[in-house]
Nanobody, 123 residues
Framework: VQLQASGGGLVQAGASLRLSCAAS????????MGWFRQAPGKERDVVAV????????YYGESVQGRFTISRDGAKNTVYLQMNSLKAEDTAVYYC?????????????????WGQGTLVTVSS
């Protein structure tokens, strides 16, 4: 599985961004997909994850109510809509795939990772 993340950039606080992660492979619909982020000097944290069907999601506490994860099986793509961005959202955002289609916020449970896309929010 290959994952290609895109959509990062520099925005002001309060703005919105949408990240995309395009996945290769015919079995995309079986995977759970997740977004994680890592800020300088900090550990990689879960942002949002979605199960294989799209029917179950999980969000990190700091983004609940502001971010939305979704997936499009026809396009083999998972999205992260980020609204009301804050300076503390600044990080490299990674998408990840898990063969087990159930959600988990544990990064170690994801077998495949994209290259990351940088999101910078200025205050």
């Amino acid at each position: 599985v290959q994952l290609q993340a895109s959509g990062g950039g520099l925005v002001q606080a309060g703005a919105s961004l949408r990240l995309s992660c395009a996945a290769s492979g015919r079995t995309f619909s079986r995977y759970a997909m997740g977004w994680f982020r890592q800020a300088p000097g900090k550990e990689r944290d879960v942002v949002a994850v979605i199960n294989w069907s799209g029917g179950t999601t999980y969000y990190g506490e700091s983004v609940q109510g502001r971010f939305t994860i979704s997936r499009d099986g026809a396009k083999n793509t998972v999205y992260l809509q980020m609204n009301s961005l804050k300076a503390e959202d600044t990080a490299v955002y990674y998408c990840a795939a898990r063969l087990n289609g159930l959600v988990t916020g544990e990064a170690s449970e994801y077998e495949w990772w994209g290259q990351g896309t940088l999101v910078t929010v200025s205050s």
